[in-house]
């Protein structure tokens, strides 16, 4: 089995949160062109929503599972503003000569209680070996129990990156790695440039800063989803999207300012 790599490329990294369906597309040019750059092989790419995806997520409640009536409404809605997202992507990645096709994970995968319970990896095994880059995002996904419910790209990374034994995550958000507090708020807060997986844990038994909660959860939440892939024995290396150069040195294997989780 040939050495896949996983970029999960944040919603906070890619779209501007405050302000509702507005993509960074100066963010998302430069990526592409840092993607290029890397000389991608068996990539996989997968982003999340951001502005595009989870304001209808949280409107419609859509996490939670099927309610009521209005929110298929809410499903079909969500997954197209995630669609518009995804195109933006797309057209950046393929205009600067990487050979990306889209994959969306509401095709082929499923979870029981929000937690993914079937995935079939078969396809994506045949487009890795082509040579393409297929990219994912967080998406409304079919829900044994509760009807449907939202995936978070974090949590099908590290799915992924077990499921296909991966070398490496790459998860790029709009933070320089894992602080000792929100680095948005706490100017005295302190990157960690090694998390091990004993720390990790440690880390997850801190207080959760409500402040920046979404819908698929804060760096805590990461933190928490990266926990299977980093006991697997996969690098999960946490860098800034909005900073130049640091996506192409993660994805190099070069030293790049960021948090790097450890077995």
């Known amino acids: 089995m040939f050495s896949v790599k996983i970029l ?4 906070s ?3 501007d949160k405050t302000k509702p ?3 960074r597309e100066d963010v998302i040019k430069r990526v592409a062109k840092e993607i290029v750059k890397s000389n991608p092989k068996h990539l996989i790419i997968i982003h999340g929503g951001g502005s595009f995806g989870h304001p209808l997520a949280k409107k419609y409640r859509l996490k939670e599972g099927f309610k009521e009536k209005n929110q298929i409404k809410g499903f079909a809605e969500t997954r197209w503003m995630m669609m518009i997202l995804h195109k933006l992507i797309l057209d950046s990645l393929i205009s600067n000569g990487v050979n990306a096709v889209s994959f969306p994970p509401f095709s082929f995968v499923e979870t029981t209680n929000q937690r993914i319970s079937h995935m079939d990896v078969s396809i994506l095994k045949k487009i890795l070996k082509f040579g393409l880059v297929p990219v994912l995002h967080g998406d409304v ?3 044994r129990k509760l009807g449907f419910t939202i995936l978070s790209g974090d949590q099908l990374a590290a799915r992924l990156a077990i499921d296909l034994k991966a070398e490496k995550i790459v998860l ?6 894992v602080y000792t507090s929100n680095p948005k708020t ?3 807060a302190k990157m960690i440039s090694q998390l091990s997986l004993s720390r990790i844990k440690e880390t997850l038994r801190m207080e959760k800063d409500v402040s920046t909660m979404d819908v698929t959860g804060t760096m805590i939440g990461k933190l928490k989803e990266m926990v299977p892939a980093v006991n697997f024995g996969v ?3 946490l860098v800034n999207a ?3 150069g640091r996506i192409y040195k993660a994805l190099k294997g070069l030293k790049v300012k960021g948090t790097i989780l450890k077995p």
């Open 186 to 188: 706490n100017p005295n």
């Open 21 to 23: 369906f507005l993509a």
């Open 141 to 143: 996904v079919v829900d």
């Open 242 to 244: 909005l900073k130049n």
């Open 8 to 11: 999960k490329l944040g919603g």
């Open 172 to 177: 790029a958000t709009d933070v320089d790695g």
């Open 235 to 237: 690098k999960v290396f």
């Open 13 to 15: 990294g890619i779209t």
